[in-house]
């Protein structure tokens, strides 16, 4: 007998009156997907962000985190908006620059409708140990104030991503969830070298957060034994000559992201769900201060209780699109037929796919999908 398919509700990003707004469409897919049922009365409910860096301008619209704020009070839930900091140098690596981001960028009280808790504290130094018994790693480390809600509620901009191939719910859940010496765990495994022809530019060397990038000879120079592998510098590098040395060590990268993606659902199993935006599907993660032209055009907004199901649904959704020509996808072609992987166009590399499929042997999720409209 064939296993039950996980249900993914969508909502396209067309609009033609008030209720079909997207605002609307937010609160709707949070009815009809059954959310209610992880809000408890007067408990502690996480909605777990990206507040996006400095000048990016493609993460969630605060407007739309605001219906889910709304809906959970409605159920007499207790929200409030989280995320950990980062591991790489910029203007989220503590908590301070982190609350000032998260309300520049517009998820200020007045607008959201709830307070936001950094969760991994001042200097990302507050984490819980989370036994998971997996091929990489015995314990994760997961933020306290995400470990300790009483429920969450994860949204997550789907987008390109320079080594995990896509960012997703899965992501969002490692990256996310884990403080900086979780995420250092994860990135352990990629090394990345200086390709010919540096420029001189030094943007590596102002995001590096363990100094590990010199200039030597007329070229930046990566320390292999100070890196930690954080890949910061290869999003930083605007003209593309800084590559992680993947090789078989892809794989365990994505494998160790997404074990600790297992441990942050493991104690929220049942009481945790998920909202996918597939819009401004930008080649790079919000954690770059800038956001380029989107790879395909906007596509819509899903609901799901598993994690792998919506990110597989979203993949899916991407690659069924016409890339967009005058996105990074148009720098050498691949990619902007229908059924093309628009995230290999853009990020060669990378094995974005075996995060879904990892995670579907782990038991985070099932990779087969019911859509409903």
């Given at each position: 007998m064939a296993a039950q398919k996980s249900k993914v509700y969508f909502y396209n990003m067309r609009a033609?009156?008030?209720?079909?707004?997207?605002?609307?469409?937010?609160?709707?897919?949070?009815d009809r997907a059954g959310f209610s049922n992880v809000i408890v009365k007067d408990k502690l409910t996480?909605?777990?962000?990206?507040?996006?860096?400095?000048?990016?301008?493609?993460?969630?619209?605060?407007?739309?985190?605001?219906?889910?704020?709304?809906?959970?009070?409605?159920?007499?839930?207790?929200?409030?908006?989280?995320?950990?900091?980062?591991?790489?140098?910029?203007?989220?690596?503590?908590?301070?620059?982190?609350?000032?981001?998260a309300t520049e960028n517009g998820f200020a009280y007045s607008v959201v409708?709830?307070?936001?808790?950094?969760?991994?504290?001042?200097?990302?130094?507050?984490?819980?140990?989370?036994?998971?018994?997996?091929?990489?790693?015995?314990?994760?480390?997961?933020?306290?104030?995400?470990?300790?809600?009483?429920?969450?509620?994860?949204?997550?901009?789907?987008?390109?991503h320079n080594t995990a191939g896509f960012g997703g719910a899965i992501k969002n859940l490692a990256m996310g969830c884990a403080p900086a010496a979780g995420k250092q765990k994860q990135h352990s495994t990629s090394k990345p070298k200086v390709g010919k022809d540096c420029k001189l530019c030094k943007m590596c060397i102002k995001s590096c957060p363990v100094d590990a990038i010199s200039i030597i000879d007329g070229s930046a120079y990566i320390d292999p034994e100070i890196c930690i592998g954080c890949g910061e510098c290869v999003s930083m590098c605007t003209y593309n000559v800084i590559r992680p040395q993947w090789g078989t060590a892809m794989d365990a990268f994505i494998e160790r992201m997404t074990e600790y993606a297992y441990g942050a659902w493991l104690d929220k199993k049942g009481k945790i769900a998920f909202i996918n935006f597939v819009i401004n599907v930008t080649p790079l993660c919000d954690c770059v201060p800038w956001s380029d032209v989107p790879i395909v055009p906007d596509i819509g907004i899903l609901a799901s209780f598993d994690p792998v199901a919506i990110d597989q649904a979203s993949y899916d959704l991407v690659n069924e699109q016409v890339g967009n020509p005058v996105s990074a996808i148009g720098n050498d072609g691949y990619g902007l037929k229908t059924g093309e992987d628009k995230f290999k166009a853009i990020h060669p590399d990378?094995?974005?796919?075996?995060?879904?499929?990892?995670?579907?042997?782990?038991?985070?999720?099932?990779?087969e999908y019911e859509l409903i409209y």
């Open positions: 033609g009156r008030a209720s079909e707004s997207i605002s609307k469409k937010v609160a709707n897919l949070f996480a909605i777990k962000i990206h507040f996006g860096e400095k000048g990016n301008n493609a993460f969630i619209n605060p407007i739309y985190v605001r219906q889910i704020v709304n809906k959970i009070k409605e159920k007499g839930g207790k929200p409030f908006l989280t995320d950990s900091n980062t591991l790489y140098k910029g203007s989220r690596s503590n908590a301070v620059d982190h609350l000032i981001t409708n709830a307070p936001i808790i950094i969760s991994d504290g001042l200097y990302s130094k507050d984490s819980v140990d989370v036994n998971i018994d997996k091929k990489h790693f015995k314990d994760v480390k997961i933020s306290s104030g995400i470990y300790h809600a009483d429920s969450m509620i994860v949204l997550s901009h789907f987008k390109g990378t094995k974005g796919e075996l995060q879904l499929s990892y995670g579907e042997k782990l038991g985070l999720g099932s990779r």
